[in-house]
C-alpha cells in the first residue's frame, strides 16, 4: 500500500517532469524577459509564469486543503495542513541568457515549517533530485552523497545573489574569496546545492529572505548527509521568508557561521 509521502512524492515528480517540459520548450539564446522590481529587478520569463501556474492548479485540484508559496504566484490558506514551496526556475538570469544551469524545484512543508518532501529536476541533464525526509537523497534513483572536505580552503562554496538584510554581502564575500578553495558564481543557488548533495562541492551560502530558494535543495542535502539552517546557524521554518541559509556537507558549517556572524546586519 503506497503510504502518502510516497504519493506526494510521485506527484511532486511528475510536476517536475511537466515543468521540465515547459523549460525546455522556451529556453533558447535571449528568451523574452521583464524585471520584477520587487524582487531587485530580477527577470522573470513566460516559463516562469507557465510553470508557477501549473504547481497551483495541481495543488488545488489534488489537494485543496495544501496552501502554495511560489516566486510568481501562490494560493496561501490559513491553517492549512502543508504547503508546497515552489521556485519555478531557479537560475533565471543563466536561463535568459541561454545557459543552462537552471533547474525546477519543489518542496512539501508540514505545518510545523518543515520540509518532508524534496524535487529539483535539471532537464538538460536530465538528472531529478528527490528526497523525503528520513529515506535518503537520490538522483535519477542512485543514492547520493556529501563529501567530507572539512576546510573551506579544500572546498569549492557556492555564493551566488546579491542583497541581504542579515549580512554585510561585500565583507562575507571578500572574506571567502580568502578562505575558500574556491568560489562558484552560478547564479542558481538550487543547482550549487545540487553540487554540494553528490559530493562536488562543499556549501553554498544563501543570504537573501527567500525560502523558495533553499527549502527543496537543504532538505536533498540534509538527506544526503548535510546540513541545513538560516545563515547564522540556527533553525528556522521554510513556509515564510528566511534569514538566509547555509547549506553544507555539516563539515565546514561552523566556519561559515562563523564568517556570516562576523558580518552580521545588526538591528539599528
Known sequence: MISAMDEYLQFAKNLAGQAGEIMLKHFQVGVASRAKAEAGDTPVTIADTQIN?????????AYPTHAVMGEEESRLLEDADYTWVCDPIDGTIPYTMGIPINVFSL???????????????????????HAVKGQGAYMNGEAIHVNRVSELSQGYVGSSGVSSKFVRRGDVENELFGRAYRILHLQCTVYEAMLV???QAAATLYASSYAHDVVAAGLIVSEAGGRITDVFGEPQRYDR???GSIISNGAVHGELV????????LPA
Open 53 to 61: 501556474r501549473l504547481v497551483v492548479e495541481a495543488v488545488r485540484d
Open 107 to 129: 518542496a512539501l512543508v508540514d505545518h510545523e515549517g518543515e520540509p518532508v518532501v524534496a524535487v529539483v529536476n535539471d532537464p538538460y541533464m536530465k538528472r531529478l533530485y
Open 197 to 199: 548533495a553528490t559530493g
Open 241 to 243: 521568508g528566511v534569514r
Open 258 to 265: 562563523t564568517i556570516a556572524k562576523r558580518h552580521q546586519v
